[in-house]
């Protein structure tokens, strides 16, 4: 099946700065992809749509100014959480439908803290 | 709006009997309805979709639209069936609204 990676895996940042998760589709091209963000024992919830040349759209309640996302090529889509502050300590990830939308192909996700 | 429920947070049964997560679903249009699967230490992954009527590593699910449920059964749990199970719907283009989970712990 197709294969969606994250980098990084973990990360660790002091508050105030910016940090930059990156999600690639390896083995075929999304012009969509989704971020999700998931808190301890909660459900993933989504974020926004990363669209391949043109702006993401995101969901209601999510800043779009703090969680910026680019989706620079067919198989990259990388979303910077910046001025990051101890709330949005959280996992991050990231998924890619395939062709025709049929089934979304998930990352292993990125677990972010935030200090 | 669209909304999922999950009302277990943790199911354990013994290996071999008959295992139910339930899912309940609340959406105004024409649902579409899938669970995931996350094992320990993977990444989320399809389970099986209700369009495809399909049985996937011996669970089945299927769409009561009366009851607005999509529960997942399996009549013979094996261990490694233990792992997180997220009932989901899907809205829009293609996003996916998940429920909260059900983590189910299939006992020797």
């Known amino acids: 099946g197709a294969v969606v990676s994250q980098h990084p895996s973990w990360v660790i940042c002091k508050s105030g700065t910016s940090v930059k998760i990156e999600c690639r589709s390896l083995?075929?091209?999304?012009?969509?992809m989704f971020w999700y963000r998931q808190f301890p024992k909660q459900s993933l919830m989504l974020m926004a749509t990363?669209?391949?040349?043109?702006?993401?759209?995101?969901e209601q309640g999510v800043e779009k100014d703090k969680f910026l996302i680019n989706h620079a090529s067919l198989t990259l889509s990388t979303l910077t959480v910046t001025s990051a502050h101890p709330e949005d300590s959280s996992f991050y990830i990231c998924?890619?439908?395939?062709?025709?939308?049929?089934?979304?192909?998930f990352g292993p996700g990125t677990r972010l803290t935030v200090l | 709006a669209q909304r999922v429920t999950q009302p277990e947070k943790l199911l354990s049964v013994f290996k071999g009997a008959p295992v139910e997560l339930k899912c309940n679903y609340s959406?105004?249009?024409?649902?579409?309805l899938f669970w995931y699967v996350q094992y320990s230490r993977q990444r989320l992954q399809l389970l099986l979709r209700?369009?495809s009527r399909e049985s996937i590593k011996g669970f089945t699910a299927d769409l009561n639209k009366g009851e607005t449920s999509f529960h997942l059964k399996k009549p013979f749990a094996q261990e490694e069936d233990s792992a997180m199970y997220y009932c989901?719907?899907?809205?829009?283009?293609?996003?996916?609204?998940f429920g909260t989970g059900t983590r189910l712990t299939v006992i020797p």
């Open positions: 083995d075929f091209q999304a012009t969509t």
């Open positions: 959406y105004s249009g024409s649902p579409e």
């Open positions: 989901a719907l899907r809205h829009g283009a293609n996003n996916l609204f």
């Open positions: 209700h369009i």
């Open positions: 998924s890619a439908p395939t062709d025709g939308m049929n089934e979304q192909f």
């Open positions: 990363s669209n391949e040349g043109s702006k993401a759209t995101y």
